[in-house]
């Protein structure tokens, strides 16, 4: 069985696919798994640590406002259609795999056109753009919100929850808080600006950061773009993690995440407590949305959030144990721990 992934640009999209990838090697460990990915995009060496072999082809992101780069876009996406197409006709996938991107998007109709089945997966309430114009072409759409069903074809789509990496189990903690070399007295605040690049939250961070020792430790995931750097030995800043990502997890005690569904369902899995600050005026701000009304984490609006407003939550959060408890027990129900082996059960049964 040959089975062909598209998706990056941000990790957002590579997250889940992933995923379904380790499931697929459990339930048909013969399958031969391709996947293509943007040009310079920061999913390469995520991808590519899996042992996943990945081709490069061009992509134009569908942006909805107004950038020099929109009069361009339709060449490099066109570009990528063909590329995909004789990909896809050499390789000869039994399916075709994407989670939103706009690198998915030339790939899934080079796919529909050769009728080789799409299925694509929805992470977020609000369907994204990608989706939106891949749903023509696709067999199934998998959801991870009830709510989402009403967003595409019922005769498609079917509700999975969102996939999550096996390989992100909590370690021990006070191991973990030593390959940090941090102290596992102290608590530990995990930071998460983007895989690439949170700009306002990073900055935010900064300006916090000589306050946030004062009471804890911080381990900072900047998505490779931080305009400053900080030095103190309760503060580790990394561009991105792969393989050391479960370290961190098992490490933290409180985490303060944009709004991506991709970490906020890692967050779901390991029950972690968290503080969502999503980009405003983004699909983010309803995942946000849905968490806070389940008492599932805490929410702050980005629009008018100062470093001292944002130093308070953390101090409030991080010194309330009762308050962490509650947060990481509704954060944990928030989603099904199987929808990787359901999405690869309904790909492998059609």
């Not at 909805?64 to 570009?79: A, D, K, Q």
């Not at 795999?97 to 080789?116: C, M």
């Not at 490490?251 to 970490?263: E, F, N, P, Q, T």
């Amino acid at each position: 069985m040959k089975i062909v992934f598209s998706g990056g640009g941000t990790l957002g999209s590579v997250s889940p696919l992933i995923a379904i990838f380790q499931e697929f090697k459990k339930q048909r460990p013969d399958a031969e798994f391709l996947w293509l990915a943007t040009r310079n995009g920061p999913e390469q060496n995520l991808i590519t640590s899996y042992g996943i072999p990945l081709k490069k082809i061009f992509a134009g992101k569908f942006r909805r406002y107004f950038s020099w780069e929109n009069f361009f876009n339709p060449i490099f996406v066109i570009l990528g259609f063909f590329q995909a197409f004789f990909i896809l006709f050499k390789f000869k996938p039994e399916a075709v795999i994407a989670a939103g991107g706009f690198i998915a998007v030339p790939v899934a109709f080079a796919a529909w056109l050769l009728k080789k089945p799409v299925f694509i997966h929805q992470q977020d309430i609000v369907a994204g753009l990608a989706n939106r114009l891949m749903a023509p072409w696709a067999k199934k759409i998998t959801v991870t919100f009830e709510k989402s069903l009403k967003d595409f074809s019922s005769q498609k789509t079917v509700l999975t929850g969102n996939p999550v990496r096996n390989d992100l189990v909590a370690l021990d903690r006070k191991t973990s808080c030593e390959f940090f070399k941090f102290d596992p007295n102290l608590p530990v605040v995990l930071i998460i600006g983007g895989s690439t690049g949170a700009l306002n939250l990073n900055n935010l961070v900064l300006a916090s950061i000589s306050q946030l020792v004062e009471f804890c430790q911080v381990i900072h995931l900047t998505g490779g773009k931080i305009s400053q750097q900080f030095k103190h030995p309760r503060y580790q800043a990394f561009d991105f993690l792969t393989q050391d990502l479960k370290q961190v997890y098992a490490a933290c005690d409180l985490v303060v995440s944009r709004g991506g569904m991709s970490v906020l369902t890692e967050l779901a899995y390991l029950k972690k407590s968290a503080i969502i600050i999503p980009i405003s005026q983004s699909h983010q701000e309803n995942n946000a949305i849905e968490f806070f009304r389940n008492n599932a984490a805490l929410f702050l609006a980005e629009k008018n959030l100062t470093p001292q407003n944002f130093i308070s939550a953390v101090k409030e959060v991080i010194g309330n144990q009762s308050l962490l408890s509650n947060l990481s027990r509704n954060i944990g129900k928030m989603m099904p721990t199987d929808a990787a082996t359901n999405i690869v059960r309904l790909i492998l049964s059609l």
